[in-house]
């Protein structure tokens, strides 16, 4: 198993879809934990993120590896989904990244941990506006809004969306969760979200925690 895991974090590495797209049959054909495949392929992209810091890698590259992501992600999502449990109740959730912000692979991964955890996400893609959130949100009746920022840049819209829900006097109908590269803790409590989600799947964690559904 380490051998495949290690083939999808390098095709990430190596910005290369065909060899993520092999690996990635290859986890299912062997019948490896989708999660950890997952985990695999983001470790890879976060360590291209560093290399990136470092100038050591290009945008051209980091946009091939967020490609090969993508694809190796669908091959992997079904598998994810087999774990997914009937009969219980969907709530409704609306995910998005932030105006601004057109980062999308994170956000998909926690959209995809929250369905198979069994929520009814609806998710509204990347640059989406404050209004934006809330007019789906009211549309389906939404429980959670769930914002992505990965720039400090964008991260000030996170709270520009809370300000604008407690403006239209809705605060108080949703719970708010933050996250991102650029998201901490300390700033889901400065601006009063309900909730940070470190990773995907401590994400599912505190949204079924904050709807006491754990
Ligand atoms: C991939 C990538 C891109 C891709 C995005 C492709 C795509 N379709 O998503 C492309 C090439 C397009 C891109 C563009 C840019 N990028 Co970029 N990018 C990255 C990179 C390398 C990886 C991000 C990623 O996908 N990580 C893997 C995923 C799995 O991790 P994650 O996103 O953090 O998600 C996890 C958690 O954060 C959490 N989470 C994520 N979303 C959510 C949402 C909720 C609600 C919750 C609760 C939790 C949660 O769970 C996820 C799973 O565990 C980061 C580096 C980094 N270290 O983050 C830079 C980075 C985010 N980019 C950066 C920049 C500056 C840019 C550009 C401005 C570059 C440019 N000069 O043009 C543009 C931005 C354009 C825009 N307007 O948005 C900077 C931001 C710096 C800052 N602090 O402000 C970073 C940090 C790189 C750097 N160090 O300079 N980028």
């Known amino acids: 198993m380490a051998d495949v895991l290690g083939k999808l974090k ?17 986890a299912v054909a062997e019948g490896v934990d989708p999660v950890k495949a997952i985990g695999a392929l983001a470790e890879g992209l976060n360590e291209l993120g560093e290399a990136f810091e470092k100038m050591e890698v290009f945008l051209p590259e980091i946009m091939l590896a967020s490609d090969a992501f993508k694809a190796a992600l669908e091959i992997l999502e079904p598998e994810l989904k087999k774990t997914h449990k009937e009969g ?6 609306v995910i998005g990244t932030i105006q601004g912000d057109v980062h999308q692979v994170g956000k998909d991964m926690v959209a995809t941990f929250l369905t198979t955890a069994g929520f009814d996400v609806h998710d509204l893609g990347v640059d989406v506006a404050p209004s934006r959130f809330l007019e789906e949100a009211k549309k389906i009746d939404a429980k959670i809004i769930a914002v992505a920022a990965l720039m400090s840049t964008t991260r ?14 809705v605060r108080d109908n949703y719970i708010v969760l ?17 909730g940070y989600g470190q990773d995907a799947i401590a994400t599912v964690e505190i949204a079924k925690k904050l709807l006491h559904v754990a």
Not at 88 to 93: L, Q, R, Y
Not at 162 to 168: N, R, T, Y
Not at 178 to 194: F, L, N, S, Y
């Open 10 to 26: 390098g095709a990430i590495l190596e910005f290369d879809e065909d060899a993520a797209l092999e690996a990635a049959k290859e």
């Open 88 to 93: 219980e109740k969907a709530i409704p959730v």
């Open 156 to 169: 000030p819209v996170q709270k520009d969306l809370i300000d604008f829900l407690e403006a239209k006097g």
């Open 178 to 194: 933050v996250g991102g590269g650029v998201v901490t803790q300390e700033w889901a409590d400065e601006i009063k979200a309900d």
